[in-house]
């Protein structure tokens, strides 16, 4: 199984770039791991909220295959601790499909066309993030899951 981390708008800021890189460098090191960031739409002012999730859900779609295991990144998903979130993905590599996609829209969440092809949706917190932030924590999430469940030192209870 391949974990794919696909998201609207890139990161700008250096700080964040550079660890981001390096939690998907560690996490490549358990399980296969790649982000795909999809372009910002451009001239959003001049486009309804309704509209811009259009766009972006039709950008997303692209990135996804058929056979996807998708779920959403937003803020009214289901929360896992970090032992639990462990566990789930245990449990996915056994039973997915060849490809975990989670899911981060833009400003506005996510379309329709998007909501239907997801098989779930998770919350990283109650709380709203940049989407910079969200890869972060993400990227460090996957991370400490994977030391979890070899074993190793880097996460305590």
Partial sequence: MKIILLSVGKTDDPFFSQIIEEYSRRINFYIPFDMKIIPDIKNTKNLSEKEQKKQEGEKLLKGLQPSDY???LDDKGKQYSSL?????LEKKTFSAAKRLVFVVGGPYGFSQ???EKATETMSLSRMTFTHQMVRLVFTEQ???AMT???NEPYHHE
Wanted: charged share 25%.
């Fill in 148 to 150: 979890i469940l070899h």
């Fill in 113 to 115: 066309e998007i909501r």
């Fill in 70 to 72: 998708v779920v959403l």
């Fill in 84 to 88: 639990e979130f462990a566990g789930y």
């Fill in 142 to 144: 996957l991370y400490r």
